[in-house]
């Protein structure tokens, strides 16, 4: 690799090699006649074609994104306006039933029970992962070398495993008759009426091992990424606030959590975004021997109705309208601050 | 210029048995994370008479290999693996190279939709994919690709890309624009300065999407399970789900093992690169 020359700087140019000027909106109706005979030289032209350069680079990931996406999500808006079924399956053209679906949706009291225990389940999960993930990522940055280590380890131990291995894991952890879990309680822990509990009947119960299951897949990715931005913070600033009397809750409050918020923020809004879609989890579980209607998700619930692709589209237009909602406040907040 | 009161205090007794106390902690909480995972692999080494005991066996003393030699033994584990591969390899040449560019795009050009476009792949990772599955299959029968490695990768690619970009974009923004100017001004064109200065120093970025592609794809289950509906045509999650299903309540060993082998490769793989990736996000995620 040849090494730069960071000894000259200074502004890029000369004969050699033009930059291409700064192509901002003034130059935008030179994009529309380009290459005008009157201006022969290179430096007219190179803006039209640096622009237009800038867009095939673009266009892979955006076809991709819009035929992998763009494409289904349109789909699905469209069919979740009308009566498409079995019949339709089978070619018969779609019938078009304005509100129908949502309507029928929305007057069942079964969806809103869904959609409650969703928003529940997101906010339980998210907010015992945000704390929990955050303590350990401050309590990384307190300890010893060692003990950091081993802590990372493990943390990293768990982020890493598949979701399906991790699944097939606490099935057999929280297994009826074998599982150590029960075990754990019954024997040195005394509690011998959970001897041979079964875990997934109760939907409470479900949820709770459906829950440990989520918080401890989800921690490590928030203490790796806080304790990063806990990395951040400059050791002069915490020695200054400690000088002005701050005690160890007050700096942790008013100087570390300012300054890793924009971290906090994505890493909130990420696992919003991630324990209202969760899926996997909650379906693995059901498998399991659970009843299913006491404990669909929205995510399970809009898997049962593949069958209706209307009545699936629709639910899962009001999923995504559930999600916006829960996250507008953090998306806007994130676009107002960032420089993007 | 250290405190000096500071390290008289954080020499005090209490604060040395703090200090012990704090780490103690820290390697409780280590314990009960890599429990699980420890009792994945104890399991699998564990015939089936010494599983279904009143008192579990905690360390795999004289275990065994057969639920390995099981595992290894089913055909369909190593299709499951083909499958995989394929579909893994496929969706990360396609996402990387996709993302690439794309993220040169917006971190090294200003052009009109750039804001648009940075908005766009924001908005995106919110549509929950667990919504669309449906209409996603649809398209895939329409085009007759349900049950193909081809199809499964389109869906991939498109759930890994905003992501991917997001990411590489924190990557290219952190190699200096004044590093490939100075390689301009010794007579590089735009294009050899950026192969010859810029793209070595994405290595790490590169490897580090790359993994994060590939543990995506690799351990994913929604999609696969929607569209890869003949049993000849499993990945490997489906596989294993497959393999808990049929061996639950009787063969808790065999079924450990097959999880056991499809962990191991992904956490040491992981293990590996994880620094990269976290630096990544954050990367992505702070700096713009």
Same mark, same amino acid.
Request: charge should be positive; glycine fraction near 6%.
């Given at each position: 690799?040849?090494?730069?020359?960071?000894?000259?700087?200074?502004?890029?140019?000369?004969?050699?090699?033009?930059?291409?000027?700064?192509?901002?909106?003034?130059?935008?109706?030179?994009?529309?006649?380009?290459?005008?005979?009157?201006?022969?030289?290179?430096?007219?032209?190179?803006?039209?074609?640096?622009?237009?350069?800038?867009?095939?680079?673009?266009?892979?990931?955006?076809?991709?994104?819009?035929?992998?996406?763009?494409?289904?999500?349109?789909?699905?808006?469209?069919?979740?306006?009308?009566?498409?079924?079995?019949?339709?399956?089978?070619?018969?053209?779609?019938?078009?039933?304005?509100?129908?679906?949502?309507?029928?949706?929305?007057?069942?009291?079964?969806?809103?029970?869904?959609?409650?225990?969703?928003?529940?389940?997101?906010?339980?999960?998210?907010?015992?992962?945000?704390?929990?993930?955050?303590?350990?990522?401050?309590?990384?940055?307190?300890?010893?070398?060692?003990?950091?280590?081993?802590?990372?380890?493990g943390m990293l131990l768990a982020w890493g495993t598949p979701v399906l291995a991790t699944m097939t894991v606490w099935q057999w952890l929280f297994d009826t008759q074998y599982g150590v879990i029960n075990w754990l309680l019954a024997e040195p822990m005394g509690m011998?009426?959970?001897?041979?509990?079964?875990?997934?009947?109760?939907?409470?119960?479900?949820?709770?091992?459906?829950?440990?299951?989520?918080?401890?897949?989800?921690?490590?990715?928030?203490?790796?990424?806080?304790?990063?931005?806990?990395?951040?913070?400059?050791?002069?600033?915490?020695?200054?606030?400690?000088?002005?009397?701050?005690?160890?809750?007050?700096?942790?409050?008013?100087?570390?959590?300012?300054?890793?918020?924009?971290?906090?923020?994505?890493?909130?809004?990420?696992?919003?975004?991630?324990?209202?879609?969760?899926?996997?989890?909650? =379906?693995?579980?059901?498998?399991?021997?659970?009843?299913?209607?006491?404990?669909?998700?929205?995510?399970? =619930?809009?898997?049962?109705?593949?069958?209706?692709?209307?009545?699936?589209?629709?639910?899962?237009?009001?999923?995504?309208?559930?999600?916006?909602?829960?996250?507008?406040?953090?998306?806007?907040?994130?676009?107002?601050?960032?420089?993007? | 210029?250290?405190?000096?009161?500071?390290?008289?205090?954080?020499?005090?007794?209490?604060?040395?048995?703090?200090?012990?106390?704090?780490?103690?902690?820290?390697?409780?909480?280590?314990?009960?994370?890599?429990?699980?995972?420890?009792?994945?692999?104890?399991?699998?080494?564990?015939?089936?008479?010494?599983?279904?005991?009143p008192t579990p066996t905690f360390f795999p003393v004289d275990g065994t290999l057969s639920n390995f030699r099981r595992v290894f033994g089913d055909p369909t584990f190593f299709a499951s693996f083909r499958v995989s591969l394929a579909t893994t390899g496929l969706t990360?040449?396609?996402?990387?190279?996709?993302?690439?560019?794309?993220?040169?795009?917006?971190?090294?050009?200003?052009?009109?939709?750039?804001?648009?476009?940075?908005?766009?792949?924001?908005?995106?990772?919110?549509?929950?994919?667990?919504?669309?599955?449906?209409?996603?299959?649809?398209?895939?029968?329409?085009?007759?690709?349900?049950?193909?490695?081809?199809?499964?990768?389109?869906?991939?690619?498109?759930?890994?890309?905003?992501?991917?970009?997001?990411?590489?974009?924190?990557?290219?923004?952190?190699?200096?624009?004044?590093?490939?100017?100075?390689?301009?001004?010794?007579?590089?064109?735009?294009?050899?300065?950026?192969?010859?200065?810029?793209?070595? #120093?994405?290595?790490?970025?590169?490897?580090?999407?790359?993994?994060?592609?590939?543990?995506?794809?690799?351990?994913?289950?929604?999609?696969?399970?929607?569209?890869?509906?003949?049993?000849?045509?499993?990945?490997?999650?489906?596989?294993?789900?497959?393999?808990?299903?049929?061996?639950?309540?009787?063969?808790?060993?065999?079924?450990?093992?097959?999880?056991? #082998?499809?962990?191991?490769?992904?956490?040491?793989?992981?293990?590996?690169?994880?620094?990269?990736?976290?630096?990544?996000?954050?990367?992505?995620?702070?700096?713009?």
């Amino acid at each position: 690799m040849p090494r730069p020359s960071t000894g000259r700087p200074g502004p890029p140019g000369g004969a050699a090699a033009p930059a291409p000027p700064p192509d901002d909106a003034p130059h935008a109706d030179s994009e529309l006649t380009p290459a005008a005979p009157s201006t022969p030289s290179a430096v007219r032209r190179r803006p039209w074609r640096s622009r237009a350069g800038v867009y095939l680079l673009l266009l892979p990931a955006a076809a991709a994104i819009a035929v992998g996406l763009g494409y289904p999500l349109v789909r699905q808006f469209v069919i979740s306006f009308q009566e498409y079924g079995l019949a339709q399956q089978f070619g018969r053209p779609a019938e078009w039933v304005g509100l129908r679906n949502y309507t029928e949706l929305l007057s069942d009291p079964y969806t809103w029970q869904v959609i409650a225990r969703s928003v529940a389940f997101c906010l339980v999960n998210a907010v015992l992962t945000m704390a929990l993930g955050m303590a350990i990522a401050v309590l990384m940055a307190k300890v010893g070398r060692a003990a950091r280590m081993t802590l990372q380890v493990g943390m990293l131990l768990a982020w890493g495993t598949p979701v399906l291995a991790t699944m097939t894991v606490w099935q057999w952890l929280f297994d009826t008759q074998y599982g150590v879990i029960n075990w754990l309680l019954a024997e040195p822990m005394g509690m011998s009426e959970m001897r041979y509990h079964s875990w997934l009947v109760e939907p409470m119960s479900f949820y709770f091992v459906a829950t440990v299951i989520v918080v401890w897949m989800s921690v490590p990715f928030v203490v790796f990424t806080v304790y990063a931005g806990l990395l951040q913070v400059p050791a002069e600033t915490m020695e200054a606030a400690q000088l002005d009397g701050a005690n160890a809750w007050k700096r942790f409050w008013l100087v570390t959590v300012p300054m890793v918020k924009p971290v906090l923020f994505v890493v909130a809004l990420l696992q919003i975004i991630w324990d209202l879609r969760v899926f996997t989890q909650i =379906y693995v579980l059901q498998r399991a021997g659970a009843p299913t209607r006491d404990t669909h998700l929205l995510g399970t =619930y809009i898997y049962s109705l593949a069958k209706e692709f209307s009545m699936a589209g629709a639910m899962a237009t009001i999923m995504l309208a559930l999600t916006l909602a829960l996250t507008a406040f953090y998306v806007r907040r994130m676009l107002r601050e960032e420089e993007l | 210029v250290s405190n000096p009161t500071r390290t008289a205090a954080a020499n005090a007794p209490q604060a040395v048995v703090g200090r012990w106390l704090l780490g103690a902690l820290a390697v409780a909480i280590c314990l009960v994370w890599v429990f699980p995972i420890y009792w994945m692999i104890n399991s699998a080494f564990l015939p089936t008479n010494r599983l279904r005991t009143p008192t579990p066996t905690f360390f795999p003393v004289d275990g065994t290999l057969s639920n390995f030699r099981r595992v290894f033994g089913d055909p369909t584990f190593f299709a499951s693996f083909r499958v995989s591969l394929a579909t893994t390899g496929l969706t990360l040449v396609a996402a990387i190279l996709f993302a690439f560019v794309a993220a040169l795009a917006v971190s090294r050009f200003r052009f009109r939709g750039r804001k648009s476009f940075v908005v766009a792949i924001l908005v995106v990772q919110m549509i929950p994919a667990e919504g669309l599955f449906i209409s996603q299959y649809q398209m895939l029968d329409g085009w007759r690709l349900v049950n193909t490695v081809v199809g499964l990768s389109i869906v991939y690619v498109a759930a890994i890309l905003p992501f991917t970009i997001w990411m590489l974009r924190g990557f290219v923004s952190g190699v200096p624009i004044e590093l490939e100017e100075a390689a301009m001004v010794d007579g590089l064109s735009r294009t050899g300065a950026f192969f010859r200065v810029t793209f070595p #120093l994405l290595a790490p970025g590169l490897v580090a999407s790359g993994v994060y592609g590939f543990l995506q794809a690799w351990n994913e289950y929604t999609l696969a399970l929607v569209v890869m509906t003949d049993p000849a045509q499993r990945t490997l999650p489906l596989w294993l789900q497959g393999l808990v299903e049929a061996n639950r309540a009787t063969d808790w060993g065999v079924v450990m093992a097959g999880a056991t #082998l499809i962990a191991i490769p992904v956490i040491l793989f992981f293990l590996f690169v994880q620094n990269k990736m976290t630096a990544g996000l954050v990367a992505g995620a702070v700096k713009g």
